[in-house]
């Protein structure tokens, strides 16, 4: 049986390193002033934040079911027997909802996996899927142990600017006015798929501080401290420098001694939302 697994950029991973991986991968589209650009392929960091800066109307959308079907047709045509299709978390996205309606056309052949997920521990999964493919497991199987472990995982983002989540409605003007002013920087928090507020605080040093803590809650509380082999810890960013990026790494380590903790991006399509400048962390259970 030959398997093959999709995930979108939303799982922070680059059209190179799912070449690298042995997965394919479907690039989130990012509105830019009308023009429909592709995560990966025809717009890069540089200009997508450079389109930011320069206060041009980005926005995202789904991919299409023209652009979803593309795929899985000529994976079958290629010789794939089956297809893992995990799209980021339905409850951030309708595009779970519209692959689960495109599957039911190929006869069992594509098995999409909601496991509510996205960005590093969205990675988590697709890694562990690939595995769980390589070792002979059937693609309906795999769909069971994803989502059946779903709930897994946690992130935490911290956002410097409030001009995006004002855009986006999650905060008025006059909040996103007085944040600003205050130095104040919202946590946000995605458990379970849904992305909610958990707290403001004053300056992004402490907002790294209060991430790392609630990780380190939730690995002693939510997941009971489980066995560090079994433990992914993660750090992410949108257009963070190299000095940032090595000093986030080295914060998140200090809490987990023995956890390899990797940097990826936050794709463009999640930082149109929140701008530039912010951090995430994330914790994954993995199989043993």
Request: some cysteine; glycine content about 10%.
């Amino acid at each position: 049986m030959k398997t093959a697994i999709i995930t979108d950029s939303n799982s922070g991973i680059s059209q190179k390193k799912a070449e690298e991986m042995g997965i394919f991968l479907l690039p989130m589209p990012v509105i830019i002033d009308g023009e429909i650009r592709f995560e990966g392929i025809d717009l890069d960091d540089e200009e997508f934040y450079a389109g930011l800066a320069a206060g041009k109307d980005i926005s995202t959308s789904q991919p299409s079911p023209g652009d979803v079907m593309d795929l899985w047709d000529r994976l079958l045509e290629a010789g794939y027997d089956e297809i893992v299709h995990i799209p980021m978390s339905s409850g951030l996205s309708n595009s779970c909802e519209t692959a689960l309606g495109l599957a039911n056309d190929y006869e069992g052949k594509v098995a999409v996996v909601d496991n509510h997920r996205i960005s590093i521990t969205l990675k988590a999964s697709v890694i562990e899927a690939k595995q769980m493919a390589d070792s002979g497991m059937s693609a309906k199987e795999i769909k069971q142990d994803l989502e059946a472990r779903a709930y897994d995982s946690s992130i935490y983002i911290a956002v410097d600017t409030l001009t995006y989540l004002k855009k986006g409605g999650r905060v008025t003007p006059a909040g996103a006015a007085l944040g600003t002013v205050l130095n104040i920087k919202p946590v946000l928090t995605i458990q379970g798929g849904k992305l909610d507020a958990f707290a403001k605080i004053r300056g992004m040093k402490k907002c790294r501080i209060r991430m790392v803590d609630a990780i380190v809650d939730d690995y002693k509380t939510r997941f009971n401290g489980a066995d560090l082999s079994r433990v992914r810890v993660d750090a992410a960013g949108a257009g963070l420098t190299p000095e940032e990026i090595a000093e986030w790494k080295s914060l998140i380590s200090q809490a987990f001694p023995g956890v390899d903790v990797q940097y990826d991006p936050l794709s463009l399509s999640v930082s149109a939302h929140i701008g530039p400048g912010a951090y995430g962390i994330g914790i994954s259970i993995v199989k043993s």
